[in-house]
């Protein structure tokens, strides 16, 4: 069984393009134990954990040099998991990532839940990105929206439950 699947077809140059990209992650456990066979790698990946499928679409229409070419990636990564030296494990059961727009002007949103024990935190993030010109340095974000929910258990069995959210964009 193949751990990762990937098809890409198009035509990516400065001026010109057009295509997609898919890949399934189909066992994230058995991809990072190949990982881990990398020179230089063992160390990084260390703490971390995977397991279950994944997924990565991508597609574009135009060149990587003109503004206006517009892109669209949608990933969902596989559940991770991560172990600190003397801590408790954070579990990253969902995360869901969508960049869209033209490439002045992008779109972001992450969407992902962490869980340590019985603590939970939700949190949803929309981000902007603009730049005056396609290849240039210079780029200006911004944060659209942004909350936080966050559950733990409290005293006498009680749940205990705070949210946070950006109050307008910054």
């Known amino acids: 069984v193949a751990v990762l699947q990937a098809q890409a077809e198009g035509l990516l140059a400065p001026q010109q393009g057009r295509g997609r990209v898919h890949i399934d992650i189909r066992d994230a456990a058995q991809g990072m134990a190949w990982l881990r066979r990398w020179p230089g790698v063992v160390e990084r990946l260390q703490p971390w954990q995977a397991a279950g499928t994944g997924q990565l679409q991508a597609q574009w229409e135009g060149g990587f040099e003109q503004g206006q070419t517009p892109v ?12 600190g030296r003397g801590s408790a494990a954070w579990q990253v059961p969902h995360t869901q990532i ?4 033209p490439l002045q002007a992008l779109q972001a949103q992450l969407d992902t839940r962490l869980q340590s024990g019985a603590q939970t935190v939700q949190v949803n993030t929309r981000l902007s990105a603009a ?32 949210q946070a959210q950006l109050q307008e964009a910054v």
């Open 98 to 101: 969508t960049v869209s727009g």
């Open 131 to 162: 730049s005056p010109q396609p290849r240039s340095s210079e780029w200006q974000g911004r944060i659209e929206s942004a909350s936080a929910l966050i559950t733990a258990p409290g005293q006498l069995g009680r749940t205990g439950r705070w």
């Open 72 to 83: 669209q990636l949608d990933a969902l990564l596989p559940r991770l998991v991560y172990q």
